[in-house]
Structures are given as structure tokens and as C-alpha cells.
């Protein structure tokens, strides 16, 4: 009994993990949070270079930003909406 509740428990992650609450529709895997960790190595690398170039700045904020549409466009949440709220939390 033990082992098929760990099963259901894993299914259940699963689960959560690639269906999105809100839709419940699935999200493609480079849009999930198990995503995080190797989409943002690309910024950390460029962050700690200790010169960098103005044309691997440039790269960098362009690969930020695209990501970070990418993301929101995927998850449905409106930019402009997303960027107010983001500055009024910083003010």
C-alpha cells in the first residue's frame, strides 16, 4: 500500500509540474520552472565574465529579454501589465 501512495505522489508531481494551473493546459518544457536553472546559466555566465565586450552586453540583454517574453507570452500574462507592476513594486 506504501509503495502504490509514493507512485500516486510522484504522478501527482509530475503532474503539477507540466500542466499549467490557471489553463490546464500542458507547458512546453523550456517554458517550466525546471527550466530556471539551465535557461539562466547563459545570464550568469555573462555576468561574471570579468571584461566583457559591449557587443556580449548587447547579446546578453537581448537573450534576457527575449526569454523573458518568451516566458510571459507562453504563461499568458500581458507585458505591460507584468512591467507596471513590476516598477511599482521597485518605487
Known amino acids: 500500500m506504501k509503495g502504490d501512495q509514493a507512485n500516486a505522489d510522484g504522478n501527482r508531481v509530475v ?7 490557471d ?10 520552472m525546471s527550466a530556471f536553472v539551465p ?3 547563459i545570464v550568469v555566465a555573462g555576468m561574471l565574465m570579468p571584461n566583457p565586450t559591449v557587443r556580449i552586453a548587447y547579446d546578453l540583454r537581448f537573450y534576457i529579454k527575449d526569454s523573458l517574453a518568451a516566458i510571459l507570452i507562453v504563461h499568458g500574462i500581458d507585458q505591460e501589465h507584468f512591467v507596471l507592476a513590476m516598477v511599482q513594486s521597485i518605487s
Open 39 to 41: 535557461t539562466n546559466l
Open 23 to 32: 489553463t490546464g493546459e500542458p507547458v512546453l518544457l523550456p517554458f517550466r
Open 15 to 21: 503532474v503539477d509540474s507540466t500542466i499549467h494551473p
